[in-house]
């Protein structure tokens, strides 16, 4: 698990991991990852995901849904 101290976009120290519902959308598609931890600043809104929060968004998001074309 990584450690973050400061915020990587505007350097505040005030930046901090949160665990919340993180919604987001694809196409006019909207989507939910429940419970997700991330590290965000409320000093400019940086987010910042590790690798596993990355595969739960991946894991929910319409862009990398499996289509079946049926061939």
């Not at 965000?40 to 499996?66: D, L, N, Q, T, W």
């Amino acid at each position: 698990m990584m450690q973050i101290t400061l915020c990587p976009t505007c350097g505040s120290d005030t930046i901090r991991r949160v665990k919340r519902d993180w919604t987001g959308q694809w196409e006019g598609r909207t989507y939910t990852v429940p419970k997700l931890e991330f590290y965000e600043c409320p000093a400019c809104g940086e987010k910042v995901y590790e690798r596993e929060a990355m595969r739960s968004i991946e894991a929910r998001s319409p862009a990398f849904a499996k289509t079946h074309t049926g061939k």
